[in-house]
């Protein structure tokens, strides 16, 4: 059994299909060769990203205290003491701060002397709290140490609310205190619980007078200044 030959134009075909097919595959090597010693693109000039650490936020405070306010308006034999409340917030626990309180006295009708006329007073102050002690040795986390960079004094302005429930007067002040504080949680800690001992005294601008006493026999009664004491506790974080 022989085989015919192929014809002439399908001879030709086969030949340049078997040559293309070489060159293709010798071409391979060579592209994937120079694929492989192209030089990494340049640099040159080009600096890393330098990215600036945020500076730390002032550390915030909440503080609740109760207290006693010694107050002698309404009080013909002198001053009295009347249960106070004390709530403050504020921001900064370095040398300079700045904070928010409100205070609350509750004197009327704990007292029912023919002659007595005692008043409640309701304040919100906004005041600086300088620490003088905060920079001096900070690094030194002994307990003393903690303590005396807690001492602060204030200064501020507030307006006080005065009156029973039947008259009310209001007078602006010049806030003034005193606080220190004695840390519960151990030293480095994020966040701190605090013993916090205050003192707070209100300066008027004015006196307000105000009406009290039943009808028929009303007295009027100068609103003067009062002295607070105050314990509580107070988180820093």
């Not at 626990?93 to 006329?117: C, E, I, K």
């Amino acid at each position: 059994m022989g085989f015919r030959p192929l014809p002439r134009a399908r001879r030709v075909g086969l030949a340049l299909a078997l040559g293309l097919l070489a060159a293709g595959a010798g071409g391979i090597p060579a592209a994937h060769a120079q694929v492989a010693i192209s030089p990494p693109p340049e640099t040159v000039g080009e600096e890393p990203l330098a990215f600036e650490a945020a500076p730390p936020r002032p550390r915030l405070s909440l503080a609740v205290a109760m207290g006693a306010t010694r107050d002698a308006t309404g009080f013909p034999d002198g001053a009295h003491l009347v249960p106070a409340f004390l709530a403050e917030g504020g921001f900064g626990d370095g040398f300079l701060g700045m904070d928010l309180g409100a205070f609350s006295s509750s004197a009327f009708g704990r007292y029912t002397g023919p002659d007595q006329f005692p008043i409640d007073r309701l304040a919100l102050d906004a005041f600086g709290v300088l620490r003088p002690a905060a920079r001096y040795h900070r690094d030194d986390q002994r307990y003393r140490m903690r303590v005396l960079h807690t001492l602060a004094v204030e200064l501020g302005l507030g307006l006080e609310r005065d009156g029973t429930t039947t008259a009310s007067g209001t007078r602006f002040v010049v806030h003034t205190g005193a606080r220190v504080e004695f840390p519960l949680a151990r030293r480095g800690q994020p966040s701190e619980l605090r013993v916090r001992l205050a003192v707070r005294r209100a300066f008027g601008l004015y006196t307000p007078v105000i009406a009290a006493g039943p009808p028929g026999s009303t007295v009027n009664v100068s609103v003067g200044d009062s002295l607070e004491l105050f314990g509580g506790l107070a988180v820093v974080f």
